[in-house]
């Protein structure tokens, strides 16, 4: 049975807020304490469903049921995971961030990176029962230093819809859609590209 809390779909989760780090070059060392005073002009973007995790679930076979929730908290970790998204997106159930973070959070606990990059970015929004901005910023940047490339991604939009543009943060940006890129993340490309394009 497949799982699909992957590093593609769920980076459809834009992350824009507002970053005022200077001077922090290596994007393999991430600097929570540099990036936590931006969150108060956190303007995020969620996005309720998602076509493409929709049809990968579809095209397996895989569909919200009762009795596939029961799998799921019997302990089978692909079915959180599936479940994680579906309650996230709104895939063949109605949105419910609390349960969506609930899986994700039981995941992460479990070693998921990828999990635990989007426990951060839900809990620095409080899209679901806690919002921590700092210990959000933290969890992000956590899975970042173990190479999650989503975590990346989600860095590299914090720093690229900075409200308050200069060259290092432009280039701070760069430095992390690139390690994005290098693992896995096509989205990270395509946000690069228009960080180049901008004026």
């Known amino acids: 049975m497949k ?16 970053a005022c780090s200077h001077g922090h070059n290596e994007a393999n060392n991430v600097n929570t304490e540099s990036i936590a005073a931006a969150s108060e002009n956190a303007q995020p973007l969620f996005e309720d469903n998602n076509n493409e995790v929709a049809t990968q679930l579809k095209n397996d076979g895989i569909e919200y049921s009762p009795e596939y929730e029961q799998i799921a908290e019997e302990g089978d970790f692909n079915a959180m ?13 109605k949105p ?77 940006a760069k430095l992390y859609f690139m390690e994005a890129a290098k693992l896995g993340i096509e989205a990270a490309n395509e946000e690069m590209n228009a960080l180049n394009n901008r004026n």
Request: proline share 1%; hydrophobic share 45%.
């Open 3 to 18: 799982s699909y809390i992957s590093i593609l779909s769920i980076a459809t989760l834009a992350l824009c807020i507002v």
């Open 81 to 93: 995971q599936n479940l994680a998204n579906m309650y996230a997106y709104g895939i063949g159930v």
């Open 96 to 172: 419910n961030r609390r349960k969506a973070y609930r899986y994700y959070s039981i995941l992460s606990q479990q070693g998921n990176v990828q999990a635990k990059a989007i426990v951060g970015y839900m809990m620095l929004y409080g899209f679901g029962p806690i919002e921590d901005t700092e210990k959000g910023l933290h969890l992000i940047a956590e899975a970042a230093n173990q190479k999650c490339g989503l975590a990346f991604y989600f860095l590299g939009m914090f720093y690229a819809h900075n409200l308050e543009q200069s060259d290092d943060i432009r280039l701070q």
